[in-house]
């Protein structure tokens, strides 16, 4: 079945390396977004992609880095790991940014551990 | 600036009671309302939006303009309806993009 992947799905790390969360989808959307899900924050919004060659910051960008060379694969680095990004990591596709859209679909998050 | 509000972190409520999940909101233009619910080792998915003015496993919910609310009604609660419930914003201010609450956990005991 198609869909959205993330992978690692768990990783440890320790401050200061870096570290590259994958997510591939097969529905050939435009737009992709990566979240990050914390405790009292919700979701927030760290950077998103209209189409390839084409990314955009949210709302708490700093310490990371998106990339989308291909409209399937939106990596998200974190260039060097702090422990306040500590996070579970949501990927999500959405085939048009409308207001007659607003259906993410999202990958099964990555959960990860800054030591 | 643009906010969704959610207000409560935890609402426990027994099997068969009725159900509100509060969403206030601050936008300046004409936003579009939706909620999603994260099961228990499920995605993260969209529940209902407001345009469509459905009614979605017996949830419901209205926008009400003049108090900037989106609150998520159903008027009895099941077990199987536990789970984190978001509130979230979209609209041309914010590109499009989708601005979510805190998340509400809903508790529904037996």
């Known amino acids: 079945d198609a869909g959205i992947t993330q992978s690692p799905r768990y990783k440890i790390t320790e401050t200061g390396r870096q570290v590259t969360l994958m997510c591939h989808q097969t529905w050939s959307h435009s737009y992709m977004f990566w979240y990050r899900q914390d405790l009292g924050h919700g979701l927030r919004l760290i950077y998103y992609s209209a189409a390839a060659d084409i990314t955009d910051k949210g709302e708490v960008p700093d310490g990371y880095v998106v990339s989308r060379s291909k409209t399937e694969n939106f990596p998200l680095t974190l260039e060097s790991a702090t422990r306040s990004q500590t996070s579970v990591y949501f990927c999500?596709?959405?085939?048009?940014?409308?207001?007659?859209?607003?259906?993410?679909?999202f990958g099964e998050g990555s959960r990860l551990t800054v030591l | 600036a643009q906010r969704v509000t959610q207000p409560e972190k935890l609402l426990s409520v027994f099997k068969g009671a009725p159900v509100e999940l509060k969403c206030n909101y601050s936008?300046?233009?004409?936003?579009?309302l939706f909620w999603y619910v994260q099961y228990s080792r499920q995605r993260l998915q969209l529940l209902l939006r407001?345009?469509s003015r459905e009614s979605i496993k017996g949830f419901t919910a209205d926008l009400n303009k003049g108090e900037t609310s989106f609150h998520l009604k159903k008027p009895f609660a099941q077990e199987e309806d536990s789970a984190m419930y978001y509130c979230?914003?979209?609209?041309?201010?914010?590109?499009?993009?989708?601005?979510f609450g805190s998340g509400t956990r809903l508790l529904v005991r037996p």
């Open positions: 936008y300046s233009g004409s936003p579009e």
């Open positions: 407001h345009i």
């Open positions: 999500a596709s959405s085939r048009i940014m409308t207001e007659y859209t607003g259906e993410l679909f």
């Open positions: 979230a914003l979209s609209g041309m201010d914010s590109s499009y993009k989708l601005i």
